[in-house]
């Protein structure tokens, strides 16, 4: 169901890793200037017309984001999703505004959660869902979930806490 | 520019009126998918309180809180997570991490109420109209936020080792042992079923963080024999782990002895900090330097009392050394563990027995503080016809011989009787020197338990099996058969029961099912008994006593009531080494608490 379309992607861009287990799915790797151009083939030529989501991961290990655009073909019912990996320091990539005006909402949201650029992207950046957020993107892996809560969401009052061993010793040998 | 319908607008609204509400009424009666990620349910019983769902939960939802009628016992806090859904985002992270896999969530997802505080609840214990519910999100058996096995030991194969005293056990490489310590969800649970309440996820947190030095000092805190204990323990805490629940718990003994064996001795002291104690006047003498002895002998050495131990044996260590054999434990670890306590300025002077070359007496004149722990060597006979025969023996003595290189029996066909890990010691030793002297084992070890609960550790059992040896269980030893002279074997009837409804010693037999074990020499290792004729009768006549006449201590400070008389270790408690550790702990900080009390008096 593939084979054609992969080859083709490999003849025309430099395609990296194919992936994928499920009959209708496949995942392509691409370098970071062939990205946004594969994606345009495939809607243009290849019937993946149909944009179905663009999301980012952090691999803070590698110093990358991997950022995914999922695309499906309505005519043979498959998906084919379009990775790639971009540099997390001062994460920029391409915007696709021109093939999907929706994707803006997704860069958008991407810009704000988790500080990847898409210049010339409409509006990309405004505010999407946290108004007024000025500290860490929050879907960095870096971004401390547990002490934000804990600092901006003051506890509701009669709340407490026990250590497990603290409490055991407290308990079963408390003079020794 | 304005409309006409601009200015009317204000009065459209108005028709709204007349429509049926948009708003409307509960109950919706719509159920959440299957998975949907509602409500928390928790299976109290099963939920441990080990806190790891409280640790992941980002937002801080959780709460640890003792329950009224749930008991704190070893391997269950007592504490129970309690949800606060004024935070919770229902993430489910709790649930995937969940050490029991108790915590669950339910479709159920609509509630209703005035009052703000109902929203936080403990689930399972205050009950909810979704108790029941069995839809909901459960961890997919596909996903586990850490490996459920653990990283396998390398050791030597049966026939690497059947006929020889090399370790079995080679020990995690670093690669193996962070894996390991990876698995530690640093819960705490373990930390009170050890009898040295030794700091587990601490150390096993200095392993992750590859910092091998600041894991040795954590031990020391509780146990200066970790090489030792690193080895042989007995690993109660393990029986407890919370990772254990679902999967395989984690290989604390290993981690132990991964730590100590990355330090090398001649680091000890600057790690340990021993290169600058300071010392006061005061002495203590200590009997016997087994763990218990080396232990007080360690802590009160450290808080810069003089410290002489009197052994009676050419070699310390105690059952560490004479009764646990070479290939669980070598000599050269003893000795890295023993050397280091030594380097404090301890004293040990070896060949010594108290109530014969020195007495109590002469002891309570020259020393502030006597702590005596002589441990349980007198082995025990079965008492059965045929026992007097010379080709008897009890096995706490050819464990002895062994280590001190002594000649000793071994003939062709041998029955042990026992089924604790002294009996399994010996077995395995004369395993390997009947394969030594005759190219094969024939040796029978037989006990009255059956093997749901012999007393031995399990993996003693299957090794000593793979090395050759025969273990039959639940047997009672009725006879030791003697012809002309010579020993014929074993006579036992089946064993139907071995305690009573009250759990008390009370072997129940089937006299008409007997067998017999074919032998030439019999080894008796049932257990040992204390021998305190040391004790001169005017003192022993002042120590409190049990019911069965054994010694009571003050169970804090292992005091005794002649206040400059301490007793610990197996004659007190155990037996197993790390109660001896522990005991040994107790006594040192009772015995520098009452020198300083008695100080004060005086002064
Ligand atoms: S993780 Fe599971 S077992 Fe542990 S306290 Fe939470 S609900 Fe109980
Ligand atoms: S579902 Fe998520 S947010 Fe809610 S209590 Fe569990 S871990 Fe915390
Ligand atoms: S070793 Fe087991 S019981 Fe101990 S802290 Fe780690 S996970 Fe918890």
Redesign the interface.
Known sequence: MFDHVISELKNLFSAGEISGTEARLRFVTLPQNQAVKAVKYLNEKQGYRHLVLLTAVDYIEQGQFQLTYLLHNPENRTDIGVRVLIDRENATMESAHTLWPTIATYQRELREMFGIQFPGSPGVDDDFILEGWRGLPPYRRDFD??AF??SF?P??E????????????E???P?? | MGTTKDILSPFLVWKQFFRKPVTIKEPLKRQGADRYRGFHINDIQECIGCGTCESICENQAIDLVAVAGIDTKSGDSGLRPKVDYGRCCWCALCVDVCTTGSLKLTNVFTWVDTDPDQFRYIPGVDAKPWDNATKGYKKAASLELYPLERIPMQHLHPEERHDSFIEIIKGFSKEEALREADRCVACGICTATCPAHMGIPEYIKAIREDNVEEGLRIMYETNPLPEICGRICTHKCETVCSVGHRGDPLSIRWLKRYLADQVPASAYASVLKSDSIEKNNRKVAIIGAGPAGLSAAYYLGMMGYQITVFEKLSAAGGMMRFGIPEYRLPYDQIDKDINYILSLGVEIKYGVSVGKDITLEQLEKEYDAVFAATGLHDGRSTRIPGTNHSGVYQSIELLRKITLGEPIEVAEKIVVIGGGNVAMDITRSLARMQRQKYGKVQLIATSLETEDIMPADREEVVEAREEGAIIYPGWGPREIIVENDRIKGLKVVQCLSVFDEQKRFSPKFDESNENFFEADMVVESIGQGANLSYIPASYFEQLEKDHRGRVLVDTLTFQTKLPWLFMGGDIIEGPDVIHGIANGHKAAKGIDQYLNANREEKQ
């Open positions: 979930t547990k809560a804990e969401f506890q509701r009669g709340r407490g806490t026990n250590d497990p061993a603290a409490f055991m010793k308990k079963l040998y003079n020794e």
